[in-house]
């Protein structure tokens, strides 16, 4: 692998990224919806492939994935907002990667997801945090039963502390928070480790370096 498409490349996780993949020896290309985002991309180390993911449908998707050789997704409309961009956004976005990766026989795909959304929701839930969880969850088991090399990250609740470089991995984890720069460090820990192929964990910040958890998840 060489080169990374990171879709939704100009949110607060994939800015953090960029710079990573590219301090590892990869090309970091942002998969955004606007023009104007470019500097700032390219700041981060990261070229930009314009593409409304909320408007684009799968050709426009198979467009900006050309010559790309593993998919990170990490765009998402949030747990709060209007319901409609949990669908374009979270799930349509997912279904329209996935798809787009597998016509064009790029074979590695990251998806980080959201911590807990295959438990029931609350009964005291919003009808936008429902629409938010029953999105991921859908995506995320796409995801599983395609044949892409996949692996899905499902990061607590995000921060924008600084990161501390240690973290809790599990299938499943306690509830809590994990900064938004340890989240990258992740995505790029399990990007060249083909163990974490097929996994599904979730992530809070913890006690044990990244590379150490992740060994520990895949031992």
Same mark, same amino acid.
Request: hydrophobic share 45%.
């Given at each position: 692998m060489s080169t990374i498409a990171v879709v939704g490349g100009h949110g607060k996780i994939a800015m953090k990224l960029h710079p990573l993949l590219v301090e590892a020896g990869y090309t970091s290309i942002a998969l955004a919806r606007? #023009? *104007?985002y470019r500097e700032e991309i390219a700041s981060a180390g990261a070229g930009l492939r314009v593409l409304d993911i909320e408007r684009a449908g799968l050709a426009d998707f198979e467009r900006a994935l050309e010559g790309v050789d593993a998919i990170v997704f990490t765009a998402g409309g949030g747990p709060d907002g209007n319901i409609e961009r949990k669908r374009t956004v979270d799930l349509e976005g997912s279904l329209n990667a996935q798809l787009a990766a597998a016509n064009l026989g790029i074979s590695r795909f990251i998806q980080v997801s959201?911590?807990?959304?295959?438990?029931?929701? *609350?009964?005291?839930?919003? *009808?936008?945090?429902e629409a938010y969880v029953d999105a991921k969850a859908h995506a995320d088991?796409?995801?599983? #039963?395609? #044949?892409?090399?996949?692996t899905i990250l499902r990061p607590g609740r995000l921060t924008d502390e600084e990161p501390s470089g240690a973290i809790l991995l599990g299938e499943t984890v306690d509830p809590g928070? !994990?900064?938004?720069?340890?989240v990258a460090a992740? !995505?790029? #820990?399990?990007?060249?480790?083909?163990?974490? !192929?097929?996994?599904?964990?979730e992530a809070i910040n913890g006690s044990l370096p990244i590379a150490q958890a992740v060994t520990q998840a895949v031992s």
């Open positions: 606007s #023009e *104007a959201a911590h807990g959304v295959d438990n029931p929701v *609350a009964p005291d839930s919003t *009808a936008v945090w088991r796409s995801l599983r #039963e395609s #044949e892409l090399a996949w928070a !994990i900064t938004r720069a340890d992740l !995505i790029l #820990e399990v990007l060249h480790d083909d163990r974490t !192929i097929g996994r599904q964990w």
